[in-house]
């Protein structure tokens, strides 16, 4: 079986457990023949069984059986909602299986653009995986390029473009857009990552990918009209917290570091976010927006 049917499978399971909460082997094996999910032919229990090690394994989803009534479900129903790469890889196979099984529209679904610089992901995996040096070309927008070797500590996925978190030659962390690398080549020189060292942590007190020394701020955010339900659906960082709610408006905190990339993120609501905290971040947005006004 090739692997993107398998892959299909897999999500199938899932997504049939989330819908339905809680099935016996029967039930699903019942919506498994209904959905023609192997052009009608049962699932075997051994094959479930295989399924569901593979979907942890691959996923961190774990499907547990209630002992009383043998129905499986998903006992860590909030893996599904976090940022790791399982989700990531969940939801990046679940949109490949809806687009092939509809490609008879396709001339009717509008896609983004692809992340930029893909090329490189396969070699910087490698790096990544087994812990050698990368020697990479760079070309910065309006500068010259240059060579560098770099110890690849982790990937980030930002607004359609890849960054590759990586110590330098010169023992300084640094970000490498993708799209902006000239050439990728795996070396054999190894390099030791740091045992305590985690990519989350790493990025936890910031919006996007700018890592710099800007201080931890306590911001309250006042969205209008339909934003309150943008910042619900998708929250602009972890910390992220409603605190106040009306018939016009609602107010969010978060405790973040407001680099250029937040503040790009909040301008990009126009006026559908206002900040009302730290006072010193509301003068910065009011300065932003009174320069942008003067080129209109």
Same mark, same amino acid.
């Given at each position: 079986? *090739?692997? +993107? ?25 019942? *919506? ?46 909030? $893996? ?25 529209? @396709?001339?009717?679904?509008?896609? =983004? ?7 490189? %992901?396969?070699?910087?995996? !490698? ?6 040096? %990368? ?8 500068? &010259? ?34 799209? !902006?690398?000239?050439?990728? &080549?795996?070396?054999? $020189? ?35 009209? @339909?934003?309150?339900?943008? %910042? ?9 917290? =409603?605190? +106040?709610?009306? &018939? ?5 905190? /978060? ?10 993120? /909040? %301008? ?5 976010? =206002?900040?009302?905290?730290?006072? &010193?971040?509301?003068?910065?947005? !009011?300065?932003?927006?009174? *320069?942008?006004? *003067? !080129?209109?």
């Amino acid at each position: 079986m *090739k692997p +993107a049917q398998i892959f299909h499978q897999y999500i199938w399971i899932i997504n049939t457990l989330r819908a339905y909460h809680k099935l016996t082997l029967e039930e699903l094996n019942q *919506k498994w023949q209904e959905d023609g999910v192997t052009d009608g032919t049962p699932l075997p229990r051994a094959s479930f069984y295989r399924h569901r090690d593979a979907i942890q394994d691959m996923f961190g989803i774990i499907i547990d059986c209630e002992p009383t009534t043998y129905k499986y479900y998903i006992s860590n129903k909030e $893996v599904l909602s976090d940022d790791s790469i399982e989700r990531w890889l969940f939801s990046t196979l679940t949109v490949h299986g809806v687009l092939a099984d509809s490609a008879a529209v @396709k001339e009717r679904l509008v896609l =983004e653009s692809a992340p930029a610089g893909e090329q490189y %992901l396969n070699t910087i995996i !490698r790096a990544i995986h087994t812990n050698r040096r %990368l020697r990479i070309g760079y070309q910065k927008f309006q500068a &010259e390029g240059y060579e560098r070797m770099v110890c690849p500590y982790a990937l980030k996925l930002f607004h359609q473009r890849w960054y590759l978190l990586a110590l330098n030659d010169e023992d300084q962390m640094r970000l490498y857009a993708l799209d !902006r690398m000239t050439m990728v &080549e795996l070396t054999d $020189v190894p390099f030791e990552m740091p045992a305590d060292f985690s990519p989350q942590e790493y990025f936890s007190e910031y919006f996007g990918v700018l890592t710099d020394h800007t201080p931890m701020a306590h911001v309250v955010l006042r969205a209008y009209d @339909k934003t309150p339900n943008y %910042l619900r659906t998708l929250p602009l960082h972890h910390s992220q917290r =409603e605190i +106040a709610c009306t &018939e016009h408006y609602a107010d969010f905190s /978060l405790d973040i570091r407001p680099t250029a990339d937040f503040l790009g993120e /909040l %301008l990009s609501h126009s006026d559908g976010i =206002e900040v009302l905290q730290p006072p &010193e971040l509301r003068e910065k947005m !009011r300065q932003m927006i009174t *320069k942008n006004l *003067k !080129r209109y």
